[in-house]
């Protein structure tokens, strides 16, 4: 108020020109910022739909045009057919089966399926199935062999013209007689190894993954190659069965850079050490020797590796499930530990001689209730609680 009890009229200071100008670049720089966010997220997430859609699932494998029919056997070598035979034995219900599957909400078990058959033919024998087992309390990843020639009880499965089968055979005939019993269908495939597992050893099998061998040489040629360690044996074997490749002839005792079609030589070598018992062993290094590499390679080779591999790719598993398992245990792959074992275990087994199709065939005979508390303990499974569908 001035002398005269008026007030004076102060007149507000213009901001300065410059100020202006500050203040609109700012908020320019803000919207484009913002903007560019958006843009990302949603192109982010557009990538990852894209990705994830080049998985396969069962029911989107056309089956070959010469596929065989229910109940009969597709043109298979003489030599592999007395592996082919159905289980038409009486199911053995004594107590060393497990009629109760367990699970533990801590663990995801994961079947991995090595499929034999090549792009355009049918579904074969699983020439490998190994159990990958998530534990996010103890973060490990533990890979359990199931070994191609143990003998299992076979709990009922009704086929799609409702007729029941059961028995007990070797393992590795389970998916090629699922897939032909759900009418030449992958899902039946899966779901017959699946209750197997389950019936036998008592674990929750939650999924299935396929992938073939030619898949499996992608992966190694993306990524480079795999390191292995070699016995002079080994490195013997490979000289003399993959002579193609020049790198055969510079192996040497110990640690070796292989090649995508040495490292499959490897993973399938069976006449070298303890038959199927070294070839499971391989095949876990192979695979662990992978996750490792994995773990090595940039954002642009993993996205390479992803594009041409993922469209190779059948499982079970949503959209929403794979999701689930991407964000939970891809982050903690390099701090977890990896552990590696087969079914059966040592001193649970015996080789027995069997009558099949007028064919005799050796078969693994095991305690699979001796197995199934190993197999509980090892992949750090609490207690008991019975799986719901």
């Not at 300065?16 to 700012?26: D, L, N, R, S």
């Not at 484009?32 to 080049?54: A, C, E, K, M, S």
């Amino acid at each position: 108020m001035g002398k005269g009890g008026k007030y004076l009229n102060k007149k507000a200071a213009a901001p300065k020109k410059g100020a202006k100008k500050t203040k609109k670049v700012v908020l320019t720089v803000l919207v484009v910022l913002l903007l560019l966010l958006v843009i990302g997220v949603i192109g982010g997430i557009w990538y990852y739909n894209y990705l994830i859609n080049l998985i396969s699932r069962p029911d989107d494998v056309v089956a070959p045009t010469n596929s065989a029919t229910i109940g009969t056997m597709p043109t298979i070598p003489e030599a592999v057919l007395v592996e082919t035979g159905e289980a038409t034995e009486p199911t053995e219900a004594t107590e060393e089966t497990w009629p109760t599957v367990v699970s533990d909400q801590n663990i995801t078990n994961i079947m991995l399926i090595g499929q034999a058959a090549r792009p355009g033919e049918e579904a074969l024998i699983a020439d490998t199935m190994i159990l990958c087992s998530f534990n996010r309390e103890q973060r490990t990843l533990t890979l359990t062999s199931l070994m191609r020639d143990l003998r299992l009880v076979w709990p009922e499965y009704i086929d799609i013209n409702g007729k029941s089968h059961t028995g007990n055979n070797r393992i590795n005939m389970a998916y090629n007689m699922g897939y032909r019993w759900a009418g030449n269908n992958v899902q039946g495939g899966m779901d017959v190894l699946e209750s197997i597992v389950e019936y036998n050893f008592g674990v929750k099998v939650d999924h299935s993954v396929e992938i073939n061998f030619e898949s499996f040489e992608t992966a190694m040629e993306l990524m480079g190659g795999v390191d292995i360690e070699l016995r002079e044996d080994e490195i013997k074997y490979l000289q003399e069965n993959y002579p193609v490749s020049n790198t055969g002839k510079t192996l040497k005792p110990g640690w070796n850079r292989l090649s995508p079609y040495l490292a499959l030589g490897y993973a399938r070598m069976r006449k070298v050490g303890h038959g199927d018992f070294e070839r499971t062993e391989r095949q876990r290094k192979v695979i662990t020797s992978l996750l490792y590499r994995l773990t090595q390679m940039n954002v642009f080779e993993i996205n390479k590796m992803f594009t041409t591999l993922l469209p190779t790719i059948v499982t079970d598993m949503t959209n929403e499930e794979i999701t689930n398992l991407a964000l939970e245990f891809i982050p903690m792959l390099k701090g977890s530990s990896l552990q590696s074992q087969r079914i059966p275990f040592d001193g649970t087994y015996s080789s027995k001689q069997f009558e099949i199709d007028g064919r005799s065939d050796y078969q693994l005979v095991c305690d699979t209730k001796k197995n199934g508390q190993m197999l509980r303990q090892s992949i750090g499974m609490e207690e008991a609680v019975p799986a719901t569908e």
